[in-house]
């Protein structure tokens, strides 16, 4: 059997949905309903697919938050001061955004990762445009703006705030990034796509240790890229990252396997 596979089998935590990432997925799901190039990641239960749909979500509420805003300063700058203020409503819609969630791509904050950086701009900047045509559509219906965001904005999407994600490292145009509501290492490639999860604590340790957690599970990493088994499993062991038990348990069943082929 897999390792890793073995690994998510027999992990501790099997209850997904009373983490946080799968409570917020729950809360929001409707939202990626109502857009026809979302409901890939609708009705799921894996984790690394509620992380994705979680960032969509994320990226919708954001979507809406800057429309209302932009929507509320406008009326309020004709009912104040009997015309556009664009100062005015810079302002006030600036002020919103600031604890929204965002990526870096060179120096700009992108707030919407499923619309292109042109969209983005307008979004961060020219907001006046959303109030006129041929802009003022897209607060009733953008399926043909949506890009991919995971192929347009890949590793640096999951390395951002969109996410509660932790870069431990990367190699070869793939990062290895730690989620502790999972306690899973995701290796991900520059697709965006996941290459392989690795599942910490099994269902056989009783108390899961999980101080330094970040320092014990670098080595882990680096057996991973260096693509020696052997070595992953000494540190999942040394590390307290797994039991001896469920290690023992796979080692017997790849030793059966072996003779079967023989």
């Given amino acids: ?32 309903e109502k857009i026809n190039a979302f ?23 954001n979507k809406n938050e800057i429309e209302e805003a932009i929507k509320f300063a406008h009326k309020t ?24 969630p965002y990526l870096l791509d060179g120096e700009d904050k992108i707030y919407i990762p499923f619309f292109s950086r042109a969209l983005n701009k307008i979004y961060r900047e020219d907001y006046i445009k959303l109030l006129e045509i041929p802009y003022s ?14 192929e347009t904005y890949n590793l640096r999407l999951y390395e951002s705030m969109f996410t509660h994600l932790v870069k431990i490292k990367d190699k070869d145009n793939v990062s290895a990034l730690y989620d502790i509501d999972y306690q899973t290492i995701y ?18 340790i009783r108390r899961p240790n999980t101080n330094h957690i970040i320092k014990r599970i670098t080595p882990i990493v680096d057996a991973y890229f260096n693509n020696d088994k052997d070595k992953l499993l000494e540190e999942l062991l040394k590390n307290e990252l ?10 017997h069943r790849q030793e059966k396997l072996k003779n079967k082929k023989v």
């Fill in 242 to 251: 797994i039991s001896y038990y469920l290690i023992k348990k796979y080692k």
């Fill in 77 to 100: 700058s004709l009912e104040t001061f009997g015309s556009v203020n664009t100062k005015y409503i810079k302002n006030f819609v600036e002020e919103r955004m600031i604890d929204l």
């Fill in 137 to 150: 559509h897209l607060a009733r219906d953008y399926n043909e703006n949506i890009v991919d965001a995971f």
């Fill in 187 to 204: 290796f991900i490639n520059d697709q965006g796509r996941l290459d392989a999860k690795i599942c910490l604590f099994d269902k056989y």
């Fill in 1 to 32: 059997m897999n390792l890793y596979k073995t690994l998510e089998d027999n992990r501790k935590n099997k209850k997904d949905y009373l983490t946080r990432q799968h409570k917020f997925y729950y809360t929001h799901e409707h939202l990626l």
């Fill in 39 to 61: 409901s890939y990641l609708v009705g799921k239960d894996d984790d690394f697919s509620v992380i994705r749909a979680n960032i969509l979500i994320r990226a919708i509420i």
